[in-house]
């Protein structure tokens, strides 16, 4: 039977979990925190999606484009946030593909990137999910990091945190979360990139975290990677699932 119930928070213990909220009469469910109101599954599924990797034993693109990923460095699979995930060891591995299908056309498009991820490790900086190339202006990523503060690395401070990055005009730059997160423990990471005001927002576990403002369209390259990104280093230890790329900014809700 679905729980029924109207409290505001819930905790790790329930994370996932659906109920009927009795006072607003909405579905909602628990991201390890707060219950969240299903605005609509069929709209997150589908709405605008140009790829989604559940990493259940293969690399495959589940959603209608077949934009399916190409293995590097031998990864596998392990138990994971729903199912399998992909097992990243750190040591060169990666997946990576093409988003020729689903009309992502690069250049200034919005786009959002997500996916649930479990770190092994705190050392260096490790890729999550990523479009683009290594061309100016031509990538936005995710990744875990550890690194310094200072001009590139804006509010890191040494402790692991996950950041965005994006060239800002010419110069590569990173933006650290708020939030200070643990090896061990599952989180849903996700990040968007509106081309209409280049804003870029940086989400954990469905809470709003860091919102920039940067100076110049991005011009994106159509390529992407999960577990590591476009340069051959910053490969994750841990494991990632349910992997989504849409081609449009998910509002605050979604």
Not at 3 to 30: H, I, P, Q, W
Request: with cysteine; net charge negative; charged share 15%.
């Amino acid at each position: 039977a679905i729980k029924v119930g109207s409290a505001t928070t819930c905790n790790t213990d329930t994370e996932g979990a659906l109920r009927y909220n009795s006072t607003s009469k909405n579905m909602e469910f628990c991201n390890g925190s707060y219950w969240r109101k299903i605005t609509s599954i069929a709209n997150i599924s589908t709405d605008q999606w140009v790829g989604y990797w559940p990493m259940d034993g293969n690399w495959n693109d589940f959603s209608p484009y077949g934009n399916n990923a190409t293995p590097s460095g031998s990864p596998g699979f392990a138990t994971a946030k729903f199912s399998q995930g992909g097992n990243f060891s750190g040591a060169s591995q990666r997946i990576s593909g093409s988003l020729t299908n689903g009309g992502f056309s690069g250049g200034n498009s919005s786009l959002t990137t997500m996916a649930w991820v479990y770190v092994n490790s705190s050392g260096n900086t490790q890729g999550v999910v990523s479009v683009g190339d290594t061309t100016t202006r031509g990538h936005f990523y995710q990744r875990f990091t550890t690194e310094l503060g200072g001009a590139t690395w804006d509010g890191c401070d040494g402790q692991l945190r996950v950041s965005i990055g994006a060239d800002d005009n010419t110069t590569d730059k990173w933006w650290c979360s708020t939030s200070v997160l643990s090896t061990g423990q599952w989180y849903h990471i996700a990040s968007s990139y509106n081309s209409t005001n280049y804003q870029v927002k940086l989400y954990i576990n469905g809470v709003l975290n860091r919102t920039v403002n940067l100076s110049a369209a991005l011009n994106l390259a159509i390529f992407y990677y999960i577990g590591g990104d476009m340069y051959v280093d910053n490969y994750i230890n841990g494991i990632i699932d349910e992997a989504i790329i849409y081609k449009r900014v998910l509002s605050d809700q979604e």
